[in-house]
């Protein structure tokens, strides 16, 4: 039976998250990386610098897009 004040169960563990959580800061890191180095007028390291945390975000989770329907 479904409750009445529609709250849902906990259906993830804390340890699932953990992989988003990584991705979000790695992302997070380089952007302030690659921003830092462009105003330092560091171009090439800036792109280097983006480079390599575009290949870390995509080879940890990429962007993951969930969606859970109701009837």
Known sequence: MTPVDRTTAATEE???????????LTGLVAII???ILSLTHNAE??????????????????????MRSRR
């Open 14 to 24: 804390p340890s699932s998250r953990l992989p988003g959580w990584v991705t979000v």
């Open 33 to 35: 990386a690659v921003v």
């Open 45 to 66: 390291a800036a792109a280097t610098v983006g480079s390599i945390g575009t290949a870390v975000v995509t080879a940890i989770g990429g962007v993951q897009l969930s």
